[in-house]
Every structure is written in C-alpha cells, then in structure tokens.
C-alpha cells in the first residue's frame, strides 16, 4: 500500500530552527509537495521537489532523496506565525496525491 | 482575487437529507478536485475532474456523486447523508496536476447527525 509517514506533533521556539520529516513508500514518484495549513483554514502550498537535493525558499527549504524515500522541511527563524500543520503530499505514478496526515508544529515564545 | 470559492462553509444535516456541495474557481484551471479532512488522517480524494465535463473517481467516492458541466464550477454531491459523511470537505484546483500547486478553498465544515 501507499503510505506517507510524518511526525504528529513538534515544538519549537521563536527564532530558533526546527526540521519536520517525511518518509513515503508510494507506487511511482512524480514529486513531493509541501503545504502549510493554520487551524482552520485551507492548505497553501510551500514547495515541490521531483529531484534529489534542497530547494530554499526565503526561511523556508525542502530536501528530497528519492532513493531513501524521505524528504524534510526545514523552518529557520521562526516566528509565532509558523504554528501550522505542516503537510506533506507525495504524487504517484497516476499523478494523484497521497498525504500524509500533517505535523502540527507549536512555536513557544 | 477569489482564487477558489466553496459555499457553504458550514452545514449541519441529519441522517438521511441530501445536499450539495459547490466549488468556484476563477483561474481558468483544467483540474479541480475533492477532498475530505478527517482527524489524524490525510487529505483523501473523493473525486476529481480533469476537464469540464469529465469526472474520476478517487480513493473514497463511495455515497458522493459530483458534475463539472462547467469549467470553473465543481459540485459535489451527498443523496444521503450518513454520520461517517462528518468531515471538513476541501475543493482545489490546479492548471495541471505533475508539478504545480494547487489551490484551496477555505474548506465546509459538514457534520451529519
């Protein structure tokens, strides 16, 4: 079967680092998306990785390895607004998305 | 910029009663698609459309029934609902779907008593 694993729950402190995982065991690869999601509200995409490596955007980067099946999001300087669940979404072969059920990160002052 | 609208954002329904779902999108995308939120699961598809006039079945469409007779509109539809049928429902859309994002709505608390 097709199975996206993250961590459930993280915390962390303002303006330090933090580093949420993701391992997939999924039928194909076409990429791997990150999404964040605040309480109640819809997901946003953050980033997409179809090859091995780290993709940085601003606090924010994404790492892939393809032959380890894992890929994690690395938030740097965080700030009070970054409490969210954090998604991550593999594409299979048929080009559909299978998720993971999100890490809920709480940011302490 | 509306991005992608879904109405209502929150309905209550007894067992039994039928509804539908709607989903606006004004970004000229090909794909829209269905998506249920349950606790400590990921997002699942329910259905999806690659093309007005043309829907799939995703990975739970069972009591769902959807059309796309427009291009930027998506329903979704429950005949009956049942408690199970409790959930957030999410709408998304995407020009293609290999290598962009898509877009959300803001999502419809449904709860089924």
Same mark, same amino acid.
């Given at each position: 079967?097709?199975?996206?694993?993250?961590?459930?729950?993280?915390?962390?402190?303002?303006?330090?680092?933090?580093?949420?995982?993701?391992?997939?065991?999924?039928?194909?690869?076409?990429?791997?998306?990150?999404?964040?999601?605040?309480?109640?509200?819809?997901?946003?995409?953050?980033?997409?990785?179809?090859?091995?490596?780290?993709?940085?955007?601003?606090?924010?980067?994404?790492?892939?390895?393809?032959?380890?099946?894992?890929?994690?999001?690395?938030?740097?300087?965080?700030?009070?607004?970054?409490?969210?669940?954090?998604?991550?979404?593999?594409?299979?072969?048929?080009?559909?998305?299978?998720?993971?059920?999100?890490?809920?990160?709480?940011?302490?002052? | 910029? *509306?991005?992608?609208?879904? %109405?209502? @954002?929150?309905? $209550?329904?007894?067992?039994?009663?039928?509804?539908? =779902?709607?989903?606006?999108?004004?970004?000229?995308?090909?794909?829209?698609?269905?998506?249920?939120?349950?606790?400590?699961?990921?997002?699942?598809?329910?259905?999806?459309? *690659?093309?007005?006039?043309? %829907?799939? @079945?995703?990975? $739970?469409?069972?009591?769902?029934?959807?059309?796309? =007779?427009?291009?930027?509109?998506?329903?979704?539809?429950?005949?009956?609902?049942?408690?199970?049928?409790?959930?957030?429902?999410?709408?998304?859309?995407?020009?293609?779907?290999?290598?962009?994002?898509?877009?959300?709505?803001?999502?419809?608390?449904?709860?089924?008593?």
């Amino acid at each position: 079967g097709q199975n996206i694993d993250q961590p459930t729950e993280m915390t962390a402190t303002e303006g330090a680092i933090v580093q949420i995982n993701c391992t997939y065991q999924t039928s194909g690869f076409n990429g791997l998306f990150w999404y964040q999601q605040h309480a109640g509200e819809a997901p946003t995409f953050l980033s997409y990785n179809v090859l091995d490596g780290l993709e940085e955007k601003g606090r924010f980067s994404s790492f892939l390895s393809r032959s380890k099946g894992y890929s994690y999001l690395l938030l740097k300087e965080l700030q009070m607004k970054d409490s969210a669940s954090y998604l991550c979404a593999v594409m299979d072969s048929n080009y559909q998305l299978i998720w993971g059920a999100g890490t809920k990160l709480i940011i302490k002052p | 910029n *509306a991005g992608v609208t879904q %109405t209502p @954002k929150f309905r $209550v329904l007894k067992t039994g009663q039928s509804m539908t =779902l709607l989903c606006a999108q004004d970004m000229n995308h090909e794909y829209m698609y269905w998506y249920r939120q349950d606790p400590g699961m990921g997002l699942r598809l329910i259905y999806y459309s *690659a093309s007005e006039g043309t %829907t799939d @079945k995703g990975e $739970v469409p069972n009591g769902y029934n959807v059309s796309r =007779l427009k291009k930027q509109n998506f329903l979704l539809g429950l005949e009956s609902a049942a408690p199970s049928q409790t959930s957030v429902y999410f709408c998304a859309s995407s020009a293609n779907p290999e290598n962009t994002e898509a877009f959300f709505g803001q999502g419809t608390r449904l709860t089924v008593v």
